[in-house]
């Protein structure tokens, strides 16, 4: 019996990924859950083989959830299924512990492959994000001015793109302002920008925000 736990705020999109695995999966039982609290709760009381994970959530981030997720169940796998492209999203959550990280869009097929290759011990990245990987370890390609960025500063300009107040970020994210407001500090000088309006406009411009 293989366990999976479906993390995803659409009710839709959970009941399709159930019959995705029910279909191609032998003996598997899927769990759900549509925010950060609830994933924290399956995952503290029942028994996982694996957990798919979606990065946008209500309340805290997929990226914030995975830390929680591997600090409760170190070798828990986790694979990340994003709307997002993976130049943005997937570095970041394989170096936060994400096994693999797959976009939304692709083949029921590959999912499957994904998470055959997840459950034997492995990663999974496409096969062109991986050439990718590649480039960037030989020093080929130049990378983006955000992956400079700490997680918490990540997941800041992310809520500095979608337009919240310093003072909303702070309650979000259970920071104080003067906290928030060194982190943005912190993120201009890593990013070479001077303004809040230039971090809106390169949140925006790499497609960080919904």
């Avoid at 549509?34 to 798919?52: K, P």
């Amino acid at each position: 019996m293989i366990r999976v736990l479906i993390v995803d705020d659409h009710a839709i999109l959970r009941r399709g990924l159930k019959e995705i695995l029910a279909r191609d999966l032998d003996g598997v039982v899927c769990g759900e859950a549509e925010n950060a609290a609830e994933v924290l709760t399956q995952v503290q009381n029942n028994v996982w083989d694996l957990v798919i994970l979606d990065i946008t959530l209500p309340g805290r981030s997929g990226l914030e959830v995975l830390g929680e997720v591997r600090r409760l169940r170190p070798k828990l796998p986790v694979l990340v299924l994003s709307m997002h492209a993976e130049d943005q999203y997937a570095r970041r959550m394989l170096k936060a512990g994400a096994s693999g990280y797959l976009r939304k869009e692709s083949a029921p097929d590959e999912l499957i492959a994904a998470i055959r290759k997840v459950l034997a011990g492995g990663r999974y990245v496409s096969p062109t994000f991986a050439d990718k990987l590649v480039l960037d370890l030989c020093g080929d390609a130049e990378r983006p001015a955000h992956e400079r960025l700490s997680q918490r500063e990540f997941e800041i300009l992310r809520l500095i793109g979608s337009g919240r107040q310093v003072s909303q970020i702070a309650e979000t994210l259970h920071l104080s302002v003067t906290t928030v407001s060194t982190y943005r500090a912190r993120i201009l000088e890593k990013m070479n920008l001077t303004t809040t309006a230039e971090l809106v406009r390169y949140a925006v411009r790499n497609n960080l925000v919904e």
